[in-house]
């Protein structure tokens, strides 16, 4: 009795001193802080000038219902959102794996067998029945803490995800948006061609009835030609990029090749205002990237931590209790129970687990450069945007004015062609000056445009890392 009581608190004492260890000692992940210069404030732009926020839906911004249903089929039916969708249920799934680690296991195991055996005192054959059922209980301690940083590794994992579709999500409108302004510049471009050729072909008209008039020569009958035919050449090339932004649009979407509904005209849609940007140190809560690669540099501090608590002893405690009953034993189902514990220390295993952390620790080391690469990258992003935004925004105004200083020469120096006063290659000249004008205004129409979605997109597109939490914790509820 006394060794059994000795036996009990040798297990007891044991699994208490474990426990104080669990309290005592563990391995915690420690990001290292960002050795990246932080502006204080963006260069070109006026915090003054701009106090409107940017809106999760900023595409709405330009009035254009034809473009809204186009962004929500996007989103609905891309294929590449669907797989950044599923990548985040399957780290969530990791993270469900690594969470049920911090937890005990119970198995239930049954055996059930007949046999036939001689009897070795008797030496006669004896036949019996036996079943055995089972429960078994196992735990962990975590000692080190290292079944708690692979669970952080898999929870920051499949935060990272969730960002990063996120991120995806405001590349593909982005890429939308933008697809669709430029469709309707090349639209414009189009039906100016198209009415640029009747010109041409007026002028190809009126050529040839003064060169049998006698008032001009046959060279400036070619030349209009040439120019008529230079334009008609135009049409077919325009189209066909037409059509490969149409089909473009169509894989956004998710949808075989086929025609793209229009709404407003290029001339009709207006730039939203400049949004107000707040201090660049804001920028690391509000892009979806700059949080995936803030979760992926979290993981790999956890990671490196469950790394270096391999290479000290682990601790396991087990369970069991369960029942015998035997035809060859008299009396009542015997009771079985068991409890016992473990203790695995790594020896020598060539240097594999001492391995394991230094590729931790340089998977960290990427995973920090990266997060700093993309920090930088991501405070490049807006001010080239800003200054995209003021530069077409200049430009844009400069060709208005040339465009409408072109149509007023264009203008005399047709009458004075049909009057005799200017020569044909005069009035060629200018109408020529036009159209490249014309075309140029439309361009910077849409590069402006462009330039405003790219600005929205590098300032990631009101999106806020508190939402995205919320919306990840509601998931795990």
């Known amino acids: 009795m006394a060794q059994r009581l000795s036996h009990h608190g040798f297990l007891i004492s ?11 000692a563990n391995f915690t992940s420690n990001t290292t802080s960002l050795s990246v210069d932080v502006p204080t404030q963006w260069t070109r732009h006026d915090p003054e000038a701009a106090t409107d926020p940017v809106h999760t839906a900023w595409w709405k911004s330009f009035n254009d219902p034809t473009l809204n249903h186009l962004v929500d ?15 985040v249920q399957e780290a969530r799934a990791m993270a469900d794996v690594q969470d049920a680690a911090r937890w005990p296991t119970l ?3 049954s055996s059930a067998q007949h046999s036939r055996s001689i009897s070795a005192a008797r030496g006669v054959p004896v036949v019996g029945s036996a079943v055995q059922p089972q429960f078994q209980a196992a735990y962990e301690l975590d000692l080190w803490g290292r079944i ?10 499949w935060l990272a995800s969730t960002a990063a579709q996120d991120s995806v999500q405001l590349s593909i409108t982005a890429t939308t948006v933008s697809t669709y302004l430029g469709l309707r510049a090349l639209d414009a471009r189009l039906a100016l061609a198209q009415d640029t ?15 049998q008039a006698g008032y001009s020569s046959t060279l ?12 008609a050449q135009a049409l077919p090339q325009l189209q066909q990029v037409i059509a490969r932004q149409e089909h473009a649009l169509n894989l956004l979407a998710g949808q075989a090749p086929g025609p793209v509904a229009r709404g407003l005209t290029i001339e009709q849609l207006q730039a939203p205002h400049i949004p107000a940007l707040g201090l660049p140190s804001d920028l690391l809560a509000h892009r979806p990237d700059l949080v995936a690669a803030q979760e992926q540099l979290i993981g790999s501090d956890a990671s490196l931590a469950a790394a270096k608590a391999r290479l000290l002893p682990s601790v396991q405690l087990t369970a069991s209790i369960g029942a015998i009953s035997s035809s060859l034993l008299p009396g009542d ?5 068991n409890l016992g514990g473990s203790v695995l220390a790594p020896l020598f295993n ?89 075309q140029t205004v439309l361009q910077l129409q849409a590069d402006r445009l462009i330039a405003t979605v790219n600005l929205y997109k590098a300032v990631g597109g009101g999106w806020t890392q508190r939402n995205a939490t919320a919306q990840a914790n509601s998931m795990l509820e």
């Open 197 to 211: 050729l009747q010109v041409r072909k007026q002028a190809l008209t009126l050529a040839r009835s003064r060169e």
């Open 73 to 87: 089929q996007v989103l609905s039916q891309n294929r590449d959102l669907r797989v950044a969708a599923a990548r």
């Open 14 to 24: 044991s699994i208490a001193c474990a426990m104080l260890l669990q309290g005592c």
């Open 107 to 109: 198995d239930f195991s």
């Open 220 to 231: 400036d009958t070619q030349q209009s030609e040439a120019e008529y035919h230079a334009t």
């Open 148 to 157: 708690q940083n692979q669970r952080d590794a898999a929870q920051a994992q």
């Open 333 to 337: 189902p015997y009771s079985l129970w």
């Open 350 to 438: 060539g240097g594999r687990l001492q391995s394991m952390v230094n590729a931790s620790d340089a998977q960290r080391q990427q995973a920090l450069a990266n997060y700093e690469k993309a920090v930088l990258t991501a405070f490049s992003e807006v001010e080239d945007q800003l200054s995209a935004v003021q530069s077409t925004q200049a430009q844009l105004s400069e060709a208005k004015a040339q465009q409408e200083a072109l149509q007023k020469a264009s203008h005399v120096a047709n009458n004075r062609y049909r009057e005799g006063y200017a020569s044909h290659l005069e009035a060629l000249d200018a109408q020529r000056n036009l159209f490249s004008a014309q």
